[in-house]
């Protein structure tokens, strides 16, 4: 008896995430804005980081978990420590797996390097933490936020980037992770949706659906746009271990091809091979995994 789809939980995620980072560029994606965009995006805080009272204050929601717990949040902070030398970093972290949390501590204690950074941890989600602040009516105020790959699980996506934009401070910047309008994905969700599954809870969004909640709500922002790939070749060999948990990734699905119908099955591989989701490069199948990075003004 063939047992019956069902959503991936909390652990098998990870699991499956661990493997499609393994075979995607997403972080050095993530590390090539890093080098290039995320200096001059900081330095613009020059005046309130390094003149005003208060230390400068960051708020890291919800990270998406992956090889390292935290490691982009860490990059980001060392930037913010070359820019601005000398400056004490109040970081608050909000995520709500404590094994993420745990994960990222344990980087942080490895980490000498980090002086002057205070963490504070709040195993929330992003809608607990948003209670919590509103009911204890204190409303700090932040110098930079940023939400990376982490709107695709928020029940109300415009209520949650406009909290967290009132939470910025004068001159403050909220930066913004998604999948781009130009990756596979964008393609997947709006022209086959019908090969997934009714398991993946997740929201379907992408930049162009982020940028639209920024307009409506006149918030001043920019978008840069950085190539991604993942290469997807052994999705289509049958009885692949990695090639079974790239197909959970992307489905959301525990064991998708030992579970799905095969008319399911087949429908999804034949998506995932149309030009506009992925090209062929050296007989390996790379599917666009494109980046937008947002940055909202305060």
């Not at 995320?38 to 992956?66: E, R, T, W």
């Not at 949390?101 to 980490?111: D, P, S, T």
């Not at 271990?241 to 064991?255: E, H, P, S, V």
């Amino acid at each position: 008896m063939i047992p019956a789809m069902r959503s991936l939980t909390a652990e098998e995620y990870v699991e499956a995430f661990k493997t499609f980072l393994d075979h995607s560029t997403e972080h050095q994606c993530m590390d090539e804005f890093n080098k290039e965009q995320m200096p001059n995006i900081v330095a613009g805080h020059h005046y309130c980081m390094s003149h005003k009272a208060q230390p400068a204050s960051l708020l890291l929601g919800d990270f998406l978990a992956g090889g390292v717990a935290g490691e982009q949040d860490l990059k980001m902070i060392r930037i913010l420590q070359a820019v601005h030398p000398g400056v004490f970093i109040d970081n608050e972290i909000v995520e709500p797996n404590p094994q993420h949390v745990a994960a990222y501590k344990e980087l942080v204690n490895q980490a000498p390097d980090l002086q002057n950074v205070s963490f504070i941890w709040h195993q929330l989600t992003s809608l607990e933490y948003e209670q919590q602040v509103k009911e204890k009516g204190t409303h700090k105020k932040f110098d930079f936020i940023h939400m990376i790959q982490m709107l695709y699980r928020v029940e109300d996506i415009p209520s949650t980037i406009k909290f967290f934009h009132s939470c910025l401070d004068h001159h403050g910047k909220l930066l913004i992770i998604i999948l781009s309008d130009s990756s596979g994905w964008a393609s997947l969700w709006k022209k086959h949706r019908d090969c997934l599954p009714a398991t993946d809870s997740g929201h379907y969004i992408t930049s162009s659906g982020i940028t639209e909640v920024l307009r409506r709500l006149g918030v001043e922002h920019r978008v840069y746009e950085f190539p991604s790939g993942w290469d997807i070749t052994e999705c289509f060999i049958d009885g692949d271990a990695a090639g079974g948990r790239m197909m959970d990734f992307l489905t959301g699905t525990k064991n998708f091809l030992g579970t799905a119908p095969p008319a399911l099955r087949r429908r999804l591989r034949e998506a995932l091979c149309q030009p506009e989701c992925s090209s062929t490069r050296d007989g390996r199948v790379i599917f666009s995994n494109n980046l937008s990075m947002i940055v909202a003004e305060s």
